[in-house]
T-cell receptor
Framework: KAGVTQTPRYLIKTRGQQVTLSCSPI?????VSWYQQTPGQGLQFLFE???????NKGNFPGRFSGRQFSNSRSEMNVSTLELGDSALYLC????????????FGPGTRLLVL | QKEVEQNSGPLSVPEGAIASLNCTYS??????FFWYRQYSGKSPELIMS????GDKEDGRFTAQLNKASQYVSLLIRDSQPSDSATYLC????????????FGRGTQLTVWP
């Protein structure tokens, strides 16, 4: 069974640009969560989707947005990039909302110059 | 106070020793707890979950939960160099949502 996939794996952008990251969950998983991981703040929750609906959102500015499609694939978008957005962005999928089934993807490493 | 706090370490133990990793949490996350292992450059993987007071054992790993003290720990017996990683403690609010609150992690090194 294929795991969670994220594309692209690495990305370099400049300040002010926008970026879209993609996450394909494990087949049959309908819940997708996004996290930002930085050395200073650790893993911070961005948002969560279930059945195409955003169910929860973390304390991030409105520049961070996301969506989920009918096939459970999810995208997150960051507009007007700032240097502080440089981080590893992790996507996790689970069967429904049962956390023990939550598996993380390999992440997208974003560098903002 | 952050929802989940971990002693940042790093922690270094010899091969074969017991590694003890600790985590405290606030009232805002008090339902269930999870330990994740993250190797350098990799994504976190779930190794243990615990919901009720007491100990839960799985192979060389034992998770301990003390809700009165708001304390969670992970013991790794017979530590191996392959256990060298960052260990993340996470809790949730017991809602139906999948959101987890993570500590900043403890880096463990097991030296041969």
């Amino acid at each position: 069974k294929a795991g969670v996939t994220q594309t692209p794996r690495y990305l370099i952008k400049t300040r002010g640009q926008q970026v879209t990251l993609s996450c394909s969950p494990i087949s049959g998983h309908r819940s997708v969560s996004w996290y930002q991981q930085t050395p200073g703040q650790g893993l911070q929750f961005l948002f969560e989707y279930f059945s195409e609906t955003q169910r929860n959102k973390g304390n991030f500015p409105g520049r961070f947005s996301g969506r989920q499609f009918s096939n459970s694939r999810s995208e997150m978008n960051v507009s007007t990039l700032e240097l502080g957005d440089s981080a590893l962005y992790l996507c996790a999928s689970s069967v429904g909302l049962v956390k023990e089934t939550q598996y993380f993807g390999p992440g997208t490493r974003l560098l903002v110059l | 106070q952050k929802e989940v706090e971990q002693n940042s370490g790093p922690l270094s133990v010899p091969e074969g020793a017991i590694a003890s990793l600790n985590c405290t949490y606030s009232d805002r996350v008090s339902q269930s707890f999870f330990w994740y292992r993250q190797y350098s450059g990799k994504s976190p993987e779930l190794i243990m979950s615990i919901y009720s007071n007491g100990d839960k054992e799985d192979g060389r790993f034992t998770a301990q939960l003390n809700k009165a003290s708001q304390y969670v720990s992970l013991l790794i017996r017979d530590s191996q160099p392959s256990d060298s990683a960052t260990y993340l403690c996470a809790g949730d609010r017991g809602s139906t949502l999948g959101r987890l609150y993570f500590g900043r992690g403890t880096q463990l090194t097991v030296w041969p």
